[in-house]
């Protein structure tokens, strides 16, 4: 059975930093992209950072962009998501996720991905 398991999430400050990690376990990722979701209170579920399955692409939204870094391991199994100078409005629950692809893109689109983690919250306070 497929888990993503994402930690890290917490109680910041604006401008500060944090590092999201996700956990990949019950099968061989090597062809999945994966991405990072955010949800925040009524608002609808957003793209925020993807990575190819090799890791040599990245996309990430306009929000984020400059700020927030995707990376993954060599053994595909751990993603994170580094977030510099953190602004009140990135407060949401961040979502890991996972999406076979034949293709080594950085997919963008939710429906996209096969696999979601449970989220951890992300507050940023002003």
């Known amino acids: 059975q497929v888990q993503l398991v994402e930690s890290g999430g917490g109680l910041v400050q604006a401008g500060d930093s944090l590092r999201l990690s996700c956990a990949a376990s019950g099968r061989t990722f090597s062809n999945y992209a994966m991405g990072w979701f955010r949800q925040a209170p009524g608002k609808e579920r957003e793209f925020v950072a993807s990575v190819s399955s090799s890791g040599a692409s990245r996309s990430y939204a306009d929000s984020v962009k400059g700020r927030f870094t995707i990376s993954r391991t060599n053994a595909k199994t751990t993603v994170y998501l580094q977030m510099n100078s953190l602004k009140p409005e990135d407060t949401a629950v961040y979502y890991c996720?996972?999406?076979?692809?034949?293709?080594?893109?950085?997919?963008?689109?939710?429906?996209?991905?096969?696999?979601w983690g449970q989220g951890t919250q992300v507050t940023v306070s002003s």
């Open positions: 996720a996972a999406a076979y692809s034949d293709y080594d893109l950085a997919l963008v689109r939710s429906s996209r991905y096969n696999y």
